[in-house]
Structures are given as structure tokens and as C-alpha cells.
């Protein structure tokens, strides 16, 4: 089972608003289960470079069915997955990345990028809660 | 100047309302006068592949101020442009990208890949008339 | 030999001013007999897809000696070529890259894109002239 | 708004009459504020190296507007960007790449390459002071 597009848009909705909320401006984005593009979008002033970000967390999110915060600790120097972020032609594994689930099922994944990274979790955990 | 996420939402709602009466399945990306992300839909069904033709249909219009039907002619073997898709990391030049005016200017494009050429133009052409 | 900075100077300068003439508004990329960037000038308004056509319009001349309208009859369909612009991450066969010499020596290239291919290949053939 | 060529150019002279007066030999990139190429210049002799590198400097100033330098401590292991470099095609978060503005507003961006980081932005604050 795959998020709908329906279900991404509440999604990113609520990631929007949330921002607003926290006075934040994120690029935002929701990948289906097989890690394909469903939903993007870019608030007004939001850094250009943060569009690749979003989305690289939001796949490695869905790569690895993790949240991205998950793997901060095990790609340090010295630690089992360490310069993993050299596959799949670029991962992103600081927080922001989370997994988005009806039930048990996880049907897709969203990727907030835009500000601190605690500012993107918060803003990647209201969207994620929205379904 | 560019266009906004709210300019982006509204072409994107067009061009999902018209792929809908026509009965088709579209990928739509909006990206703005420098050719970067401000927004993406995939309806649900959509082809997978049509993600990223999307994209470079939209960063095709935005990168050269021009629809890419305008483009179809001149890249023909013999004509003047054979082969330019070989540029910019890949290029669409076939029907369904197109570029988004205020007034006289440009600022920003769309890309609509789903279906026939002629269904991805008369889309996009619903999405770029609702700015 | 290589060509230097200065000289990549003025041949950029000759093409503004050639480009200026003929009103049209041009990339323009100059590289070094090893096809290494060199300088680079984006006249105002300039399309921006003509960044990258600028370069590989100046690498392709430098990668085989030769002007890039000399390989367009090789690489059409049923052509001993056809295709080649597969390698080298990208190659522009169409107008508007040729080799700087001093001399009989080849000391780099000059690629320009943004209008017709003819006029493209009128600004390079100015920019050329000024060594 | 965005730089001008007229004005990357300003911004290359004084970048060039700095770097000769600390006697190193710099690439330097200028780009707009959407992180595309307006002007480029090596100077003699300078490392072929550092071409890619000014521009992965200039791009990541656009691309999050701000310094470089400000990146730096940021991204290393146990920080909360680290490996942040694996996103948009490579980042580089070492000094040498400043914003460009004009009054308040960030017009584009300059990363300079060619010696030890602490020259690289000696010659990129002397760069971006010319506007």
C-alpha cells in the first residue's frame, strides 16, 4: 500500500503550518514506500539548496524504513554505517527524515529541510502526524 | 521576480482539474525563473517515469524562456539543435512543458507528463492559464 | 602551450561586443587546450540552458581539435559518429565551439550559446579572431 | 533581484587584485542568486582543482545564503549537519564562499579557490566588498 496524493497534501499541509507556527520557512517532501516523488513543495524564501535535502531525506527515510535521526549516530567516524551516504547517489541521515504510516504499514516517507535540524523534526513530525 | 508556492498550488490545481476531465494521469512540476523546485504533484497511477520527464520538461521551458513544443522542430537529426538534450544533465523537448507569465514576464515554467503529448500540452496550457 | 587569462579576457570581450552588435545575448565559456574552464561570462538575459552548452560547446572543440560545426554532418543518424555525444559526460555537436589558436598551436577552445546556431557561431568566430 | 555581469565582473577584478597582492593564484566564481554561473576566471597557474571547488564554494553561499565559513562548524562528525556535502551534487563547506549584496538584499554569491582557506576568503571578503 502507497500514500495517495490526497494523503501527501494533508501531509505537507500540515508540515506548512506547522512552520508558519515556528516562524520557519522548509522545502518539504513526500516520497511513496518505493522511495518515488509524490509531493514537493517550497515556501516562499526557503533555501534552494535545502530542495535536494528534503528530498534525499525523505528517500533515505524511505531506503532504510527510519526515521533519518535513527542513523545520525551510527554514521559517525568509527561507528558500523560510517560514509553511507555515499550510496544511492547521496543519502542525508541528520534529523528531518521520517517515515509516514497508516496503521502499522508504512506507506511512504517526508523529508523537511529549511532550518536547524531540531526545527525540521518538528516540522517533519506534525506532517508525519497528519495521516 | 518568481513565482510564489501559492501561484505554484493554483497552477497545480488546474492542470490536476484538466488531466482529471480528460481522463488522464499527470506528474506536474512547477519550477520557478531559475529553473528550481516550487512544487510537484504525482496523481495517483501516474507513470513513475514520467516523474522526473516532468521535471526536465519544466527546467527545459525555464532554461530557455520557451515551451518545449517550440523546441520539437529544431532538434530533429539535421536540424540545428540535434542532440541538445545532451546538455544540462538531460532535456525534454518534445510537447508538455511550457513557461508561466505575469503579465509580460516570465516567472517560472510547468512540465506535465503522463499521457500522450497532446494530452501533457493541453494540460499544461490549463495550468499555465490559471496565473 | 595554454592560453592565459588575459587572453581568455579578450576574447570574451570580442564576442560581448560582437554579440552587443548583432543584439543578441550569449554565454560565453573559454577553456584551456586541456578543456579546463578558464573564464566565463553570461551576458544579462542570457538564457540560462546556455550555460552548459557554452561549455561543452568550448570542451567538444578542445577534446578534438576541431570546430564543433565540423563533427554536426558525422553524428546524424547512419553517420560514422552518430551519437557520440553519449561520451565525455555530454558533448554539443552543433555550432558555436571552435579552438583558439596562436598560431598553428591550438592553446584552448571557446563555446557560445544563446541565440541561433548561426549567430552563436558568428560570436565564436569573432571571439576566435581576437587572438 | 540578481547580479549583473557588470557586476561579477567588478567583483572578479578586485577578487584578481587581491589575490596577486597576497601573491596566490585563485579560481573565482560568481553566481546569481538562484546558484547559476554568471562569470568565471582562473588565473595563471592557479590549481585545475579549485575550478570545480570555487564553484561548489559560490553555489553553496546561494544556495543557503550564507558564508561558507559559517557552514564549517557545523558539518563535522557529531554535529548536526554533518555529511550535509552529499546533497545538491556536492557541497563545499570550507571558507572562501560569501553572499553578494546589494544594500540588504543577497544578489548572488562568490566562492574562491586556490590556496589555504584563510586566503580563499581574504580574497572573497575583498571580492564581495567591491559591490
Chains 1, 2, 3, 4 share one sequence.
Not at 535513527?70 to 550510496?87: A, C, K, M, T
Not at 502499522?104 to 517533519?124: K, P, R, W
Request: aromatic share 4%; hydrophobic share 45%.
Amino acid at each position: 500500500m502507497n500514500i495517495t496524493l490526497a494523503q501527501a497534501e494533508t501531509v505537507i499541509a500540515a508540515a506548512k503550518k506547522k512552520a508558519a507556527e515556528i516562524n520557519t520557512k522548509m522545502d518539504i517532501c513526500v516520497v511513496d514506500a518505493g522511495a518515488n516523488l509524490v509531493a514537493f513543495a517550497r515556501m516562499d524564501g526557503a533555501w534552494l539548496g535545502s530542495i535536494d535535502i528534503a528530498m534525499k531525506k525523505a528517500r533515505t527515510a524511505a531506503w532504510f524504513t527510519m526515521g533519518t535521526q535513527d542513523l545520525s549516530p551510527l554514521v559517525q567516524p568509527g561507528q558500523s554505517l560510517y560514509n553511507i551516504e555515499h550510496s544511492n547517489g547521496g543519502l542525508i541521515t541528520f534529523p528531518g527524515g521520517v517515515v509516514l504510516k497508516q496503521g502499522d504499514e508504512i506507506i511512504g516517507a517526508l523529508g523537511v529541510s529549511g532550518s536547524t535540524v531540531e526545527d525540521d523534526q518538528t516540522v517533519a513530525e506534525a506532517g508525519a502526524g497528519a495521516i
